[in-house]
């Protein structure tokens, strides 16, 4: 008798005690089918105030919140997710007297944390009138891409640079108290001694790759416990909503490690590189045949724009551009080829070719890639 009240059902591989009277443990068994062909879609934003004090160092920028779907959607297509709405005099998005701000899926990608039909939804965020919130850099980009941007069909790669902390904002794998050999051995490193915090690093890797973003590849930092992912060559629309999933995805397996990822622009004064976002930019112009005249052309716009650029190119960036650790003065701005001193860099093979991209090395690690993506096709293209 004793056995029959305590049969076991098991659930997402977890066993559970089921009632043993028939009827309940049908009707239970019916409930386990209903959720077992749910749905969980992630909704995915941010709140726009990355690197702002009241955010310090330590907390992001990056929201999201799980909605159950009873009957999947299975189209990947953005525009069959429904919008949602979150509590935005919570977040600092809106007041408390009106405090609803709308979700509206813009790109969705397979969660590679849950598996199965689950997604992750990137959305981009309207106010209680329908229109794009003030944070809404994403629909600031979108507005720009007429039918001259699209002609010449631009791609990014994005560069970003990560700083590992412990619970208690101490760089991950440092001595307490103390701080780790010179810089040095770290870049591209490869063993215990020269290398803090790869399980994480790695773990994000496959991440994205499950999640299906065209991620290029990982590197550890010149600075002990500071890292970089490389996302693109992508889309203007496509770099923004990718690089903000995969933040996103940096700081939701940080807790599963124990560990907290800052892009703050210089998270340790002193003789230690900063955390930047080079962006890596090039139009079809500039891929074609006698493309260096295009970049060229590209570099000699940039310069007449540079405190726009750098007024919108994250919070605290003074403290990293310097003219010192691989940056250029942030007052100054020059062009060179393969000068990691400098505001926009040619790369040797691109010069050797006469054709490619350029990088931006301005953008520091906390910046809005919409922004950056925006900020490049209006003043090379526009």
Same mark, same amino acid.
Not at 45 to 62: H, I, T
């Given at each position: 008798?004793?056995?029959?009240?305590?049969?076991?059902?098991?659930?997402?591989?977890?066993?559970?005690?089921?009632?043993?009277?028939?009827?309940?443990?049908?009707?239970?068994?019916?409930?386990?089918?209903?959720?077992?062909?749910?749905?969980?879609?992630?909704?995915?934003?941010?709140?726009?105030?990355?690197?702002?004090?009241?955010?310090?160092?330590?907390?992001?920028?990056?929201?999201?919140?799980?909605?159950?779907?009873?009957?999947?959607?299975?189209?990947?297509?953005?525009?069959?997710?429904?919008?949602?709405?979150?509590?935005?005099?919570?977040?600092?998005?809106?007041?408390?007297?009106?405090?609803?701000?709308?979700?509206?899926?813009? @790109? =969705?990608?397979?969660?590679? +944390?849950?598996? !199965?039909? $689950?997604?992750? /939804? #990137?959305?981009?965020?309207?106010?209680? %009138?329908?229109?794009?919130?003030?944070?809404?850099?994403?629909?600031?980009?979108?507005?720009?891409?007429?039918?001259?941007?699209?002609?010449?069909?631009?791609?990014?790669?994005?560069?970003?640079?990560?700083?590992?902390?412990?619970?208690?904002?101490?760089?991950?794998?440092?001595?307490?108290?103390?701080?780790?050999?010179?810089?040095?051995?770290?870049?591209?490193?490869?063993?215990?001694?020269?290398?803090?915090?790869?399980?994480?690093?790695?773990?994000?890797?496959?991440? @994205? =790759?499950?999640?299906?973003? +065209?991620?290029? !590849?990982? $590197?550890?930092? /010149? #600075?002990?416990?500071?890292?970089?992912? %490389?996302?693109?060559?992508?889309?203007?629309?496509?770099?923004?909503?990718?690089?903000?999933?995969?933040?996103?995805?940096?700081?939701?397996?940080?807790?599963?490690?124990?560990?907290?990822?800052?892009?703050?622009?210089?998270?340790?004064?002193?003789?230690?590189?900063?955390?930047?976002?080079?962006?890596?930019?090039?139009?079809?112009?500039?891929?074609?045949?006698?493309?260096?005249?295009?970049?060229?052309?590209?570099?000699?716009?940039?310069?007449?724009?540079?405190?726009?650029?750098?007024?919108?190119?994250?919070?605290?960036?003074?403290?990293?551009?310097?003219?010192?650790?691989?940056?250029?003065?942030?007052?100054?701005?020059?062009?060179?080829?393969?000068?990691?001193?400098?505001?926009?860099?040619?790369?040797?093979?691109?010069?050797?070719?006469?054709?490619?991209?350029?990088?931006?090395?301005?953008?520091?690690?906390?910046?809005?890639?919409?922004?950056?993506?925006?900020?490049?096709?209006?003043?090379?293209?526009?």
């Amino acid at each position: 008798m004793a056995a029959a009240m305590t049969q076991k059902a098991c659930v997402a591989g977890v066993a559970v005690n089921a009632a043993a009277p028939s009827a309940r443990r049908q009707a239970r068994f019916v409930a386990v089918r209903v959720s077992a062909l749910a749905q969980k879609a992630e909704y995915i934003w941010y709140d726009g105030q990355e690197g702002q004090p009241q955010k310090g160092a330590v907390f992001n920028e990056m929201r999201s919140k799980t909605k159950v779907l009873q009957k999947p959607v299975t189209s990947m297509d953005p525009k069959d997710f429904p919008e949602w709405s979150f509590d935005g005099s919570s977040t600092g998005q809106a007041e408390g007297n009106n405090s609803d701000c709308i979700l509206r899926p813009v @790109c =969705v990608v397979p969660d590679p +944390i849950r598996g !199965g039909d $689950n997604v992750l /939804v #990137m959305c981009d965020v309207l106010d209680a %009138q329908g229109v794009p919130h003030e944070s809404n850099t994403r629909a600031k980009l979108e507005a720009i891409i007429n039918d001259a941007v699209k002609a010449e069909a631009p791609l990014f790669g994005f560069e970003q640079e990560y700083t590992m902390l412990s619970k208690g904002g101490h760089i991950y794998g440092w001595p307490s108290g103390g701080y780790p050999a010179p810089q040095g051995p770290f870049y591209c490193g490869v063993g215990h001694e020269s290398v803090y915090g790869r399980p994480l690093a790695e773990a994000h890797l496959d991440a @994205c =790759v499950k999640a299906g973003l +065209i991620i290029s !590849g990982i $590197n550890a930092e /010149v #600075m002990p416990g500071q890292w970089e992912f %490389q996302i693109g060559p992508t889309g203007p629309l496509e770099t923004g909503d990718q690089v903000m999933i995969a933040r996103w995805l940096l700081h939701r397996l940080g807790e599963e490690y124990g560990i907290v990822s800052t892009f703050a622009p210089k998270p340790v004064k002193g003789d230690w590189n900063g955390t930047g976002a080079h962006t890596n930019y090039s139009t079809k112009s500039m891929r074609e045949d006698g493309g260096m005249k295009a970049i060229e052309a590209a570099i000699e716009r940039l310069s007449k724009c540079h405190p726009e650029h750098i007024s919108q190119y994250g919070t605290g960036n003074e403290d990293r551009l310097t003219g010192k650790h691989e940056t250029c003065d942030i007052n100054t701005f020059r062009f060179g080829v393969a000068d990691r001193g400098s505001s926009i860099r040619i790369p040797l093979p691109v010069q050797l070719a006469g054709k490619g991209y350029l990088e931006d090395r301005r953008p520091a690690a906390n910046v809005d890639p919409y922004t950056v993506v925006r900020l490049l096709i209006k003043n090379t293209i526009l």
